[in-house]
C-alpha cells in the first residue's frame, strides 16, 4: 500500500480546475481519495495554484509519490519565486 499525489478535475463551465490530491492505493486498480492538498487553475490569461505546502510536505516525507503532471505544475510555478 502507498500513496500518490495527483490531479483530478473539476467539472467547471468551459475551465479546466482540477483538484491536488492525496489517493491511497490499495491494490491494482482500486483508489481511495485521502485529502485534498490543493487546486490548479488552468485560466488562460492567469494560472493559478493554491497549495498547503506543509501537507505536501509532510506526505512527500512519509513516501508519496508524485504523478508526473503534478512535478512540473509544481516545478513551473516554484521557479517563477
Known amino acids: 500500500m502507498f500513496y500518490k499525489i495527483k ?5 467547471r463551465n468551459n475551465k479546466l480546475v482540477f483538484r491536488i490530491i492525496l ?3 490499495l491494490s491494482k486498480g482500486k483508489f481511495k481519495q485521502q ?3 490543493g487546486f490548479y487553475d488552468t485560466d488562460f490569461l492567469k494560472k ?6 506543509y501537507r ?3 506526505w ?3 513516501g508519496a509519490f508524485l504523478n508526473f503532471n503534478v512535478y512540473k505544475i509544481l516545478r513551473k510555478f516554484l521557479a517563477k519565486k
Do not use: A, D, F, T
Open 7 to 11: 490531479l483530478k478535475p473539476l467539472n
Open 23 to 25: 489517493q491511497k492505493v
Open 35 to 37: 485529502e485534498v492538498l
Open 48 to 53: 493559478k495554484i493554491v497549495i498547503n505546502s
Open 56 to 58: 505536501l510536505g509532510y
Open 60 to 62: 512527500m516525507n512519509r
